[in-house]
């Protein structure tokens, strides 16, 4: 088990500040995160003492339903703990939407850039869609509304598919639940930090009011094309797992 553990430390090293390309350091993460399910190890059994700690970012964000579902899915994904408050601000007298991200920095990273990537993507779509559309203006809004809730919607389904297909895959008698060990072992140590904090969560169910059923279909149909895989940029270049 030691040369197991010790192979997994190599790989997990293996970044682009230590000379590896982008494809073989991301390729490095994921065979480290398959060998830490098949010998069912956590990142606690292999952890350095250099180990990046967990904390917390916040950034003020639109108050939008679709936007919140997007941002809560992919830190889901990526081993992030994801939640919103309001505070007012007293320079424009409005109430101000502010997101938190807890997690490690690499995950953060990724988790973040990620969430703007599939912001953006949705908006690009948004007016793609309706560029040439001749409607009323009350009617545009309406449908632009609907296409862009539908295009979130399927968006935040496939990334919860995405993260299901992950979970259930490792099924041992000690984990009776399916949970892989290094998200069990992450999200306990995401949980452990909130509480240190004293920080409780709670869900809020939001509702959705579709207008137009046309564009909402036309837009969950958008939402299948929109590419889920990690996206490699200048920030995202960290490994998924530290």
Same mark, same amino acid.
């Given at each position: 088990?030691?040369?197991?553990?010790?192979?997994?430390?190599?790989?997990?090293?293996?970044?682009?500040?230590?000379?590896?390309?982008?494809?073989?350091?991301?390729?490095?993460?994921?065979?480290?995160?398959?060998?830490?399910?098949? !010998?069912?190890?956590?990142?606690?059994?292999?952890?350095?003492?250099?180990?990046?700690?967990?904390?917390?970012?916040?950034?003020?964000?639109?108050?939008?339903?679709?936007?919140?579902?997007?941002? !809560?899915?992919?830190?889901? =994904?990526?081993?992030?703990? &994801?939640?919103?408050?309001?505070?007012?601000?007293?320079?424009?007298?409005?109430?101000?939407?502010?997101?938190?991200?807890?997690?490690?920095?690499?995950?953060?990273?990724?988790?973040?850039?990620m969430c703007n990537y599939f912001i953006r993507?949705?908006?690009?779509?948004?007016?793609?869609? &309706?560029? *040439?559309?001749?409607?009323?203006?009350?009617?545009?809004?309406?449908?632009?509304?609907? &296409?862009?809730?539908?295009?979130?919607?399927? =968006?935040?389904?496939?990334?919860k598919e995405k993260y299901l297909s992950i979970?259930?895959?490792?099924?041992?008698?000690?984990?009776?639940?399916? =949970?892989?060990?290094?998200?069990?072992?992450?999200?306990?140590? =995401?949980?452990?930090?909130?509480?240190?904090?004293?920080?409780?969560?709670?869900?809020?169910?939001?509702?959705?009011?579709?207008?137009?059923?046309?564009?909402?279909?036309?837009?969950?149909?958008?939402?299948?094309?929109?590419?889920?895989?990690?996206?490699?940029?200048? *920030?995202?270049?960290?490994?998924?797992?530290?």
């Amino acid at each position: 088990m030691k040369d197991i553990i010790n192979k997994i430390k190599k790989l997990l090293a293996m970044s682009e500040k230590n000379g590896a390309s982008e494809n073989e350091s991301m390729m490095a993460s994921e065979k480290a995160l398959e060998l830490l399910k098949q !010998h069912n190890l956590s990142l606690s059994d292999i952890k350095d003492e250099d180990q990046e700690p967990i904390e917390k970012e916040t950034q003020v964000v639109d108050q939008n339903v679709w936007q919140r579902w997007i941002r !809560h899915q992919t830190a889901q =994904l990526y081993f992030c703990q &994801f939640y919103t408050t309001t505070k007012y601000n007293s320079e424009t007298y409005k109430k101000e939407t502010i997101a938190h991200f807890v997690g490690r920095e690499s995950n953060r990273i990724v988790a973040t850039e990620m969430c703007n990537y599939f912001i953006r993507t949705v908006k690009r779509l948004v007016e793609q869609e &309706f560029k *040439k559309v001749k409607l009323s203006p009350l009617a545009k809004r309406r449908a632009k509304s609907a &296409f862009t809730l539908g295009c979130a919607n399927r =968006l935040c389904k496939r990334l919860k598919e995405k993260y299901l297909s992950i979970v259930p895959e490792y099924q041992p008698i000690a984990n009776p639940d399916g =949970l892989p060990m290094l998200y069990k072992s992450e999200q306990k140590a =995401l949980t452990d930090w909130l509480a240190k904090q004293g920080i409780t969560l709670t869900n809020s169910k939001s509702r959705m009011s579709i207008r137009d059923r046309m564009a909402y279909a036309n837009g969950q149909s958008k939402g299948n094309g929109i590419g889920i895989d990690t996206q490699v940029n200048d *920030k995202t270049k960290a490994r998924l797992l530290t």
